[in-house]
């Protein structure tokens, strides 16, 4: 998500900081196997931007009382569980492993979340949801077709529909809620 204001920038700085000082960012690891470092970023890539989305999404869940966030929360929920299941059946069966992490960002979003109560979480929740959608839709569309590992390849190209889904659906959302 891009900041709004200088203020937000000078906010979130140090907490950012802060985050990216005491992570311990688990990469996928190839062990034995054969895949490149493009394919690992990739696998680091689409593992934290699905957990972002389920933490966040459960949050929501929690935090909102909006049947629409809720609805929203729930599909993501669903879909980004399935999509890391099988991620992670790929990975596994390759000799790597999945990152089980958050990258700096997701955190900070997650904690901006926390801060948010009503109509703010919910607007925020929303705008969250089609910056991480419009960031993995990009990230999917340049795998479907830039990987080298076939497998990955294709998990890419299969779970491109969802994603777009997704952020055409928090852009409904976000639109619903500006009013």
Do not use: W, Y
Not at 96 to 125: C, H, M, P, R, Y
Request: charged residues 30%; aromatic residues 6%.
């Amino acid at each position: 998500m891009k900041p709004k204001s200088i203020h937000t920038v000078f906010i979130l700085s140090p907490l950012i900081f802060a985050l990216g000082f005491f992570s311990v960012i688990t990469i996928a690891r190839a062990g034995d196997s054969k895949l490149t470092s493009k394919d690992k970023s990739f696998i680091t890539d689409a593992s934290e931007a699905g957990a972002t989305e389920i933490q966040e999404s459960e949050l929501a869940n929690k935090t909102s009382s909006n049947a629409d966030v809720k609805s929203l929360a729930d599909m993501m929920i669903k879909d980004h569980t399935k999509a890391g299941a099988e991620l992670e059946k790929i990975v596994t069966a390759k000799g790597g492993e999945a990152s089980k992490s958050l990258g700096v960002e997701q955190k900070a979003n997650i904690l901006l979340l926390k801060t948010k109560s009503g109509d703010s979480f919910d607007k925020t929740f929303a705008e969250i949801m089609v910056s991480d959608h419009k960031t993995a839709v990009k990230l999917f569309e340049e795998a479907a077709t830039n990987l080298d590992d076939a497998d990955l390849k294709e998990f890419a190209r299969k779970t491109l529909p969802t994603l777009k889904h997704h952020l055409m659906s928090a852009e409904k959302l976000a639109a619903k809620l500006a009013k």
